[in-house]
């Protein structure tokens, strides 16, 4: 059974770092790209970028270039994201997504990460 | 990057209605158009793809039609389980994925 576990919520404060994850099982984790969606609350969905674990190729839409990373560790089957300074706007719920291999169909979703940040 | 306007934001239908979503591209997308339903505090699920493919294992009630800008989602008869958002999703490329701004479908 394909699955794609996240970690769970966090609540920081604005300034800190943070670095969330999302393990995948059941499939070849190298062999599918992984993409990160943010949902601000009460908002729509938002496409953040996309990684192929087996090379580690990213890309970023253009309205999260610079302000995340996304990175993948296929050792264990884990894609992440992470931020380096957080903000209050980051406060949002964050999946992550897997998609079919050569078209951007996302067949698969895991389970969010609620991220607050608050002073 | 292309931008994807859905409508409406929301309805309010009885069940046992015609419900009907559109979505309209900014730029021609051929039929690389995907549907989700999103349930309250649960992650989105797949639908239809590639504008009208329904996906396995998802009731023959929901279809999806259209091509180039002008796509088309409709729930034939409502149900009470379809109480959810509904957002729209194409990709002109692998990497390049956009969202439509969703459509919150509560009963009368």
């Known amino acids: 059974e394909v699955q794609l576990v996240q970690s769970g919520a966090e609540v920081k404060k604005p300034g800190e770092s943070l670095k969330i994850s999302c393990k995948g099982s059941?499939?070849?984790?190298?062999?599918?790209?992984i993409g990160w969606v943010r949902q601000m609350p009460g908002k729509g969905l938002e496409w953040m970028g996309i990684i192929y674990p087996g090379d580690s190729d990213t890309r970023y839409s253009p309205s999260f270039q610079g302000q995340v990373t996304i990175s993948a560790d296929k050792s264990i089957s884990t894609a992440y994201l992470q931020w380096s300074s957080l903000k209050a706007s980051d406060t949002a719920m964050y999946y992550c997504?897997?998609?079919?291999?050569?078209?951007?169909?996302?067949?698969?979703w895991g389970q969010g990460t609620l991220v607050t940040v608050s002073s | 990057d292309i931008q994807m306007t859905q409508s409406p934001s929301s309805l309010s239908a009885s069940v046992g209605d015609r419900v009907t979503i559109t979505c309209q591209a900014s730029?021609?997308?051929?039929?690389?158009l995907n549907w989700y339903q999103q349930k309250p505090g649960k992650a989105p699920k797949l639908l239809i793809y590639d504008a009208s493919n329904l996906e396995t294992g998802v009731p023959s009630r929901f279809s999806g039609s259209g091509s180039g800008t002008d796509f088309t989602f409709t729930i034939s008869s409502l149900q009470p389980e379809d109480i959810a958002t509904y957002y729209c999703q194409q990709y002109d490329n692998l990497l390049s994925l956009t969202f439509g701004g969703g459509t919150k479908v509560e009963i009368k």
């Open positions: 059941g499939y070849s984790f190298t062999s599918y790209w």
């Open positions: 997504a897997r998609l079919v291999p050569d078209i951007a169909i996302i067949d698969y």
């Open positions: 730029q021609d997308i051929s039929n690389y």
